[in-house]
């Protein structure tokens, strides 16, 4: 994601907050629907194997489980 300009990357995370709202079935909905529209559904589903392994109290202990706020330059 560090490749991402700013503007893409708050739209991401915006975007993501959102599905999580919706729920498991939505979040599985999109990822399906971006699999089948590039030809990634089996690395979708690696991404998922992996992501299995980690449990939310691994997530929150390593303070990966909300998004940097986003700060800005107040101009003088």
């Known amino acids: ?3 991402m300009p700013d503007l893409a990357m708050l739209r991401l995370w915006r975007g993501a907050e959102h599905v ?3 729920g498991p079935r939505a979040l599985a909905e999109l ?3 971006i699999g089948a529209a590039h ?3 089996a690395a979708i589903l690696e991404r998922l194997a992996a992501y299995r392994r980690l449990s939310p109290g691994m997530i929150r202990v390593a303070g990966a489980d909300a998004f940097p706020p ?3 330059e107040v101009p003088r």
């Open 20 to 22: 999580h709202r919706l």
């Open 70 to 72: 986003v700060l800005r």
């Open 1 to 3: 994601m560090a490749d």
């Open 31 to 33: 990822l399906a629907e």
């Open 39 to 41: 030809g990634c559904s």
